[in-house]
């Protein structure tokens, strides 16, 4: 379909000419109430995650753009400082500042060049609706896998494309949350997220990975490979020695253990110091971990990323 514009978009809103593209949200989807939920829900949670530090917002499309609540949402949910300016009060210094946010984000969410493009720097700070529920969403799947966005949000979108004989568009339907009708409200949400796609798996593996190694890089330690290298038990019980600030003696647990036996008497103290410290994790045997499962590794990690990610 061809049109001279639409929603008021002409030819001149277009920076690089013939070729380039926008997504809009139809007006009519703009009315859905299952987006004004997902809307709604996505502010509650960000005026909830940053109440500590008293920022509140009300919009999704006027209060991220120029990277300060999105540097603050980084800093609490993936335990990351960045030397940026606190308020980027000029255009230039806001870019830079939301440059500097979206790159350590997209690292964590695992975004690559070869991946469809549903935010980037240019779209948040232009106050582009669907780019912010696209890399908040992502963002909530990744930190907080657990926390219950309404399920099952579709709109339709346009995308318009100024070609050599003016502005044409096309509409589809996007995806913003899937449905999650046939899971379980009260499985464990690790067991939720090993159900869905390995691209998602690994995004959230991604960030724990992450918090993981900046708090082992003083060490000078470091992980890359999740499900293996906590088998043994003795980064386990270094990370939780760095989190909870407390020194493991070296005669309680095998540094270099030899066999499963050893492995098995580590896994088994880091267990038992997450239990004394209020982490307790049911169903988790001390076995699982050793075999490498990547389920009962996964609920370990996670528990002390939700308790410490925010300190």
Known sequence: MEVESFQGITENDFTSGAGEKRKLIQPTSLKDPKLENLKQALVDWINKTLKAEHI????????????????????????????????????????????????ELDKMLGVEDSCPIKWDV???????????????????????????????VK?????????????????????????RCLTNPGEDPIEQLLKLEATKVNTVKKAILHFVNQNMASLGLQVADMDKQFADGVILLLLIGQLEGFFIPLVDFHLTPAN??????????ALDLLDDIGLQLPNI???????????????????????????
């Open 122 to 152: 240019k779209l948040i700070h232009n106050k582009d609706l669907l780019a912010t529920i696209h890399l908040l969403v992502a963002m909530a799947k990744a930190f907080q896998p657990e926390l219950n966005l309404p399920p099952n």
């Open 155 to 179: 709109i339709d979108v346009v995308t318009v494309e100024v070609s050599k004989s003016g502005i044409k568009s096309e509409v589809q339907t996007e995806v913003l949350t899937e449905d």
């Open 56 to 103: 509140v917002i009300q919009s999704l499309e006027e209060d991220l753009y120029d990277g300060l609540v999105l540097h603050h949402l980084l800093a609490r949910l993936g335990n990351v400082k960045l030397d940026v300016e606190e308020i980027a009060l000029t255009g230039s210094s806001q870019l830079r500042k939301l440059e500097a946010v979206m790159k």
């Open 260 to 269: 499963d036996a050893e492995m098995l008497h580590n896994v088994t103290l």
């Open 285 to 311: 045997d001390p076995q699982d971990i050793v075999s490498q499962d990547v389920a009962a590794t996964l609920k370990v990690l996670y528990a002390l990323f939700r308790k410490h990610k925010r300190n």
